[in-house]
């Protein structure tokens, strides 16, 4: 293992010096001064080690005015630089009269970052950057703890990961199960045609390897790898958990009566034809339209279902229908799909609602010989008007007589009225009132009914 890691170390310096050091080191090629150790990761802990060592003693640079300057140099000359700060002596060691070493125990991870090896100039101010190194302080590839697929409407499978935070940078390789005939064949790496980004995959059935929509569980392997080693996870995904499915289609309403609508929808899109195992469970949502803040009732279907009949509704109003859908083995609400939604309106009927007239809610006027009586109600509100034109109808008759006289029948009380007199009644007589709720379809079913005694002299 560690044989392994010199080698790979070995070919990447060559690697480095082909490429980096001409950025990594100041000065026109031909008057590089010095080199440092080249960019490398190490763990948390261990020692930030950087060489930085002098071509020669003699060096020249041009200055502004384009003229030759030459200095003698040596290695306590040379000082670091990290993070716009010069390093302090103690971390810093005079190998031989070229070369300053730069040690830095018990490294962590803000000690990440470009170190600058720069030389002063003897007999001057200045200094100048001699060579530049990146080091990572970090960790060996670790286990990604968040690991999530979805299944857009059982067509494409999406898998993604949230890689640790390691300053050492690191790839993740995800792997998926290679299937032929029933059995497994291996580990097939993401398909390149979708690739998404670097922390996420995608499968469709025409990929390769393909998603197999048939598997109740999912396999991955995912394979961390850095300069400071690898590791492999195996990951197993139930599958129809994470099936999204599309809104179901063609939600029709028909049969409205007063207080029932019949539903009838189908499956999302191509739900129909697949063989989706688990099947989808459906919940119709609804709230009458015109109300702006009244929460979605919810009915929970059943599996597999096409038609609802939405009993219990209030006449002569439009309601928003919607019903969704989502994977019988899911249980995240965000694993609903998108409802389909339709409008529709129930019936008219006669009113449901009567007002209520509770004991003393009336008033009585005295005249000389006669008497006024003024009856007083609740008004009903308007979502239970039932139909156009409601209104109240007031009956009334002395309690002896069998006849009622329909007082408001002609001139009907607004349905803004919380009151109504009736005048020129007879002192010495008990009244039997009964009052109605009404609109064109006609009278209420149910009545309230009230007396009001003979008024004592
Ligand atoms: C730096 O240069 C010296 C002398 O040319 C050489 O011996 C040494 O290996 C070099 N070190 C690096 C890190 O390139
Ligand atoms: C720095 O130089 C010393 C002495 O030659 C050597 O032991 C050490 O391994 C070098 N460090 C690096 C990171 O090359
Ligand atoms: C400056 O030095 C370079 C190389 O060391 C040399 O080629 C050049 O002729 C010198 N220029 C002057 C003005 O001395
Ligand atoms: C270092 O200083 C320079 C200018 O002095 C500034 O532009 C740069 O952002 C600083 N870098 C850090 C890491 O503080
Ligand atoms: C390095 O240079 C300084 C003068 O700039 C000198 O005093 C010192 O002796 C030199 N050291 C070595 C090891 O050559
Ligand atoms: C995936 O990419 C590799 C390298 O870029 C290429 O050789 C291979 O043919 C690609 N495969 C597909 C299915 O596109
Ligand atoms: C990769 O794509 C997914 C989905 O589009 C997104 O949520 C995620 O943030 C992306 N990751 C990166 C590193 O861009
Ligand atoms: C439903 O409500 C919307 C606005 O809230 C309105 O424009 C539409 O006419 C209503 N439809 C019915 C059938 O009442
Ligand atoms: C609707 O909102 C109003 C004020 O925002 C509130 O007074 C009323 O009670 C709400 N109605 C329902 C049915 O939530
Ligand atoms: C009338 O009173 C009864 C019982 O007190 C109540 O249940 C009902 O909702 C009331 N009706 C109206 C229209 O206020």
Request: aromatic letters at 12%.
């Amino acid at each position: 293992m560690k044989v392994k890691y010199k080698i790979q170390c070995a070919w990447l310096l060559v690697l480095s010096i082909l490429v980096n050091v001409t950025e990594a080191c100041w000065g026109r090629p031909s008057q590089i001064i010095g080199n440092l150790t080249n960019d490398y990761s190490l763990v948390v802990g261990s020692t930030v080690d950087l060489n930085c060592t002098l071509l020669q003693h003699k060096i020249s640079l041009v200055n502004k005015d384009h003229k030759n300057e030459t200095y003698f140099v040596n290695s306590t000359h040379l000082f670091f630089r990290f993070n716009n700060k010069t390093v302090e002596e103690e971390y810093i060691h005079i190998v031989d009269p070229l070369t300053a070493r730069l040690q830095v125990p018990n490294a962590n991870i803000e000690q990440t970052g470009k170190y600058y090896c720069n030389l002063r100039l003897p007999e001057t101010e200045k200094s100048t950057t001699v060579c530049l190194s990146n080091i990572y302080v970090g960790y060996k590839p670790r286990e990604v703890s968040s690991f999530s697929c979805l299944s857009k409407n059982f067509e494409k499978l999406t898998c993604c990961w949230r890689p640790p935070t390691n300053p050492v940078p690191t790839t993740y390789t995800l792997k998926s199960q290679v299937i032929s005939g029933g059995s497994l064949l291996g580990y097939g790496k993401c398909p390149n045609t979708t690739r998404v980004n670097n922390t996420c995959c995608q499968w469709g059935v025409d990929t390769s390897p393909p998603y197999y929509r048939n598997q109740e569980q999912l396999w991955f392997t995912l394979t961390g790898h850095n300069r400071l080693g690898s590791i492999t996870q195996n990951i197993m995904v139930d599958h129809y958990k994470f099936v999204l499915p599309d809104k179901p289609s063609q939600l029709q309403a028909s049969e409205e009566t007063p207080t029932n609508i019949k539903l009838n929808w189908l499956p999302p899109k191509n739900f129909a034809t697949w063989d989706f195992q688990p099947g989808l469970v459906y919940e119709l949502l609804y709230k009458p339209n015109n109300s702006k803040n009244e929460t979605w009732k919810i009915i929970k279907l059943g599996k597999n279902i096409g038609t609802h009949n939405l009993m219990g509704l209030v006449p002569n109003t439009a309601y928003d229908l919607s019903v969704r859908c989502r994977s019988a083995e899911a249980s995240g609400e965000d694993m609903w799909s998108k409802g389909v939604s339709t409008l529709a309106r129930t019936a008219p009927d006669v009113p449901y609602y009567v007002p209520n007239m509770t004991e003393g809610s009336f008033e009585v006027q005295k005249l000389t010989d006669r008497r006024s009586i003024t009856l007083y109600w609740k008004p009903i509100p308007e979502e239970h008007y039932n139909g156009k034109d409601f209104h109240y109808v007031i009956y009334y008759k002395p309690t002896y007589s069998l006849n009622w006289k329909r007082d408001v029948s002609e001139k009907p009380v607004k349905v803004t009225d919380i009151k109504y007199t009736f005048s020129n009644l007879n002192l010495n007589v008990a009244y039997n009132f009964k009052i109605q709720s009404a609109n064109e379809e006609g009278v209420s079913r149910g009545m309230e009914d009230i007396t009001v005694e003979s008024t004592e002299n």
